[in-house]
């Protein structure tokens, strides 16, 4: 039956998950903020296998390839090391910068607050792990974003505080 396939990390393994965080009341500007967030993770786990092979005859046919370097073709595609076995491969990691600007203005009693917060500075294209079927037209290609991780997005607001 092969159990010793199954095993491997989980769907969820992040070897890597870093978070950094601050802001920053600057002096003499009379209520001027600035503060951001910064996120790395580490890629999700995937397995590498061919949906038309079934290695051990099991009837199952998601049987994990043998290890070694595997490569995508076609538009952003990617080359992975994978380790063998269930969930030997890495997608691509997550880094994503977040900021926020704002001025507070106090006014008979009360403070307002102007602001702007733009999301993924640097822009960058988060993707979930591709496809690991070998028999896919889709595999190793990155095509979907990761939930959330949205291209730079800016927006601005006003609060009023009594």
């Given at each position: 039956m092969n159990l010793d396939q199954n095993e491997g990390p989980t769907d969820f393994d992040r070897p890597h998950n870093l978070v950094l965080s601050g802001s920053w009341a600057v002096p003499h500007t009379g209520g001027l903020t600035v503060a951001a967030v910064a996120r790395y993770l580490s890629g999700d786990p995937f397995t590498i296998f061919n949906a038309n092979i079934d290695a051990d005859r099991n009837g199952i046919a998601a049987d994990p390839l043998a290890a070694g370097t595997y490569s995508g073709s076609g538009l952003n595609a990617i080359t992975?090391?994978?380790?063998?076995?269930?969930?030997?491969?890495?997608?691509?990691?997550?880094?994503?910068?977040?900021?926020?600007?704002?001025?507070?203005?106090?006014?008979?009693?009360?403070?307002?607050?102007?602001?702007?917060?733009?999301?993924?500075?640097?822009?960058?294209a988060n993707f979930v792990s591709p496809s690991g079927n070998q028999n896919s037209t889709a595999f190793l290609r990155l095509t979907t974003l990761r939930s959330g991780a949205v291209p730079r997005t800016m927006q601005f607001g006003s609060r009023i505080s009594f």
């Open positions: 992975v090391t994978d380790k063998g076995g269930r969930n030997g491969a890495r997608g691509p990691d997550f880094y994503q910068i977040d900021t926020r600007l704002g001025y507070r203005i106090p006014v008979r009693g009360m403070r307002v607050e102007l602001f702007g917060e733009i999301f993924n500075l640097t822009d960058r």
